[in-house]
């Protein structure tokens, strides 16, 4: 659980608390804590404070280090709203009863696999895992059709991943809801046993695989897209794994309402802005995230992906304590 993760005061105050231009003086106030980047929030927070004269106080972080300071603020806590980077810090708030409930109308159009158990929190944009490689080092070979299948000796010292990541350790989580514990550290000791070459996140992997040092790296999809945007011919290029395989499971960015905000119909109006057609335009074009309502893209990636219940990904602790067992960190 996040909530027994230890955030020193240290990481608190690394925290980036900042406020966008402010509209009306008597418009609501609301408090977002936001465990997305402030590239991608602080556009979307000018326009919404533009449209609908509310000032957005924004306190930037990481997901689980934010998560981690909603519960020990519990209901003192000033924010109104949480914008996380995935599912499982939205769970475990949830799990703690600091979520609001939600409207069902909120989830109309977004596919019941993205729907929250609790109805306390909404998907705003998924993300795929899968694996990226390099087409000239490979070519001739057949592509791996499962995750597991990296423990062969054929990928030795060729595959690459990022276990410090907080992608990576979702999917890791994932593995075990699936899979169960015994067989999750078995792949994770196998594909050390077969030399596998760790890497600090996705943005490193990926370049590795077009620097030559890598084949086959364990990604998010759109990491690769950040780089051909400005190269087409950037040396790289991805692809799923069989269909319903662990390795292409789909995670969300997400966000929820607070139980304690003092302003919960304005915030409201922030997660259903988040929802509108051209917001979730905004994901898929500019962030090379899928849309998650109405999206037939997105119906295509749940073809490929397992079905996980996200509110499960919120079991991070056990997740790194297997981790750490089996030597990953």
């Known amino acids: ?163 410090t990541n907080g992608s990576f350790q979702a999917f890791v989580t994932a593995m075990r809801i699936t899979y169960g514990n015994e067989r999750t550290y078995d792949w994770l000791r196998a594909m050390i046993d077969n030399n596998v070459q760790s890497y600090r996140n996705n943005t490193a992997l990926v370049e590795a695989v077009a620097a030559g040092e890598l084949d086959y790296a364990l990604v998010n999809h759109y990491y690769l897209y950040r780089f051909t945007s400005v190269d087409p011919d950037f040396p790289a290029a991805q692809q799923f794994f069989a269909l319903g395989d662990i390795g292409n499971m789909i995670n969300t960015a997400g966000v929820g309402i607070l139980a304690s905000s003092s302003s919960p119909e304005a915030a409201l109006q922030f997660v259903e802005f988040l929802l509108r057609p051209d917001i979730q335009q905004y994901a898929a074009d500019q962030l090379n995230e899928y849309p998650v309502r109405d999206s037939p893209s997105i119906e295509e990636l749940i073809a490929v992906s397992p079905r996980i219940p996200l509110d499960s990904l919120a079991d991070l602790q056990n997740t790194l304590e297997l981790l750490r067992a089996a030597g990953a960190l």
């Open 1 to 163: 659980m996040y909530r027994r993760l230890i955030l020193t005061a240290a990481c608190i105050t690394a925290l980036v608390f900042s406020a966008a231009a402010a509209p009306r003086t008597d418009a609501p106030e609301l408090t977002l804590y936001s465990g997305r980047s402030e590239s991608l929030v602080d556009p979307l927070v000018r326009m919404f404070e533009e449209e609908s004269g509310i000032r957005v106080r924004v306190r930037y972080g990481g997901t689980s280090e934010l998560a981690v300071l909603l519960a020990e603020e519990g209901t003192r806590t000033p924010a109104d709203l949480f914008w996380a980077q995935d599912a499982g810090g939205l769970g475990a708030l949830s799990q703690s009863g600091l979520l609001k409930n939600l409207p069902d109308s909120l989830y109309t159009g977004i596919p019941d696999v993205f729907h929250s158990e609790s109805g306390t929190w909404v998907p705003t944009s998924g993300r795929a895992r899968l694996f990226a490689y390099s087409p000239q080092r490979t070519a001739g070979e057949s592509l791996p059709q499962s995750v597991f299948s990296l423990t062969e000796t054929r990928y030795r010292g060729r595959v690459g991943w990022a276990p």
